[in-house]
T-cell receptor, first 114, second 111 residues
Framework: DVKVTQSSRYLVKRTGEKVFLECVQD?????MFWYRQDPGLGLRLIYF???????EKGDIPEGYSVSREKKERFSLILESASTNQTSMYLC?????????????FGAGSRLTVL | GEDVEQSLFLSVREGDSSVINCTYT??????LYWYKQEPGAGLQLLTY?????DMKQDQRLTVLLNKKDKHLSLRIADTQTGDSAIYFC???????????FGRGTSLIVHP
């Protein structure tokens, strides 16, 4: 069964801490995405990556950075966590082939910043 | 206005049909999607429809597309408590890697 795995389901961090959210996919997908999900706001795209070592800003990149050193792994980094970054973070991937943009999502990482 | 709009909540009785509606603004949308998110989980693709189709059926699910009005709907027949979830409508265009999601409709199924 193909999957996207987010290693941390629940995290509690303090303001100012550096936070790493890891995402690994086993489908050899070229494209990977990080979204955050907040009640009433739906999904907002933070960053995406077309391929290894490539990254593009999404709609809300401020306060975040990403790393894609290997095809299967896409990391989201909060350099200095703040309380307004408390949220559910969803990673997704898709094949780079043209056609339907079907995303495969991980189960999510719920981050609380105190 | 937003690119993809859907109402935030829908409440139905178990056994009834549910209809979740979505409108989108971009007439060049090529594919339209419905994703389901169960509590505590990520999104899972339910179905998608190509823009040259007007209907797609898969067991209890029926997707209707009115391209002229830019309106997409998802009908769930014989709704069960296990159908309680957030349903996201999304659209994408040829050549774009990134689908645009609506805010999601929370479907609440009560006995």
């Amino acid at each position: 069964d193909v999957k996207v795995t987010q290693s941390s389901r629940y995290l509690v961090k303090r303001t100012g801490e550096k936070v790493f959210l890891e995402c690994v996919q086993d489908m050899d997908h070229e494209n990977m995405f990080w979204y955050r999900q907040d009640p009433g706001l739906g999904l907002r795209l933070i960053y995406f990556s077309y391929d290894v070592k490539m990254k593009e800003k999404g709609d809300i990149p401020e306060g975040y950075s990403v790393s894609r050193e290997k095809k299967e792994r896409f990391s989201l980094i909060l350099e200095s966590a703040s309380t307004n970054q408390t949220s559910m973070y969803l990673c997704a991937s898709r094949t780079g082939n043209s056609g339907a943009n079907v995303l495969t999502f991980g189960a999510g990482s719920r981050l609380t910043v105190l | 206005g937003e690119d993809v709009e859907q109402s935030l909540f829908l409440s139905v009785r178990e056994g009834d049909s549910s209809v979740i509606n979505c409108t989108y603004t971009d007439s060049s949308s090529t594919y339209l999607y419905w994703y389901k998110q169960e509590p505590g989980a990520g999104l899972q693709l339910l179905t998608y429809i190509f823009s040259n189709m007007d209907m797609k059926q898969d067991q209890r699910l029926t997707v209707l597309l009115n391209k002229k009005d830019k309106h997409l709907s998802l009908r769930i027949a014989d709704t069960q408590t296990g159908d309680s979830a957030i349903y996201f409508c999304a659209e994408s265009k040829t050549g774009s890697y990134i689908p645009t999601f609506g805010r999601g409709t929370s479907l609440i199924v009560h006995p």
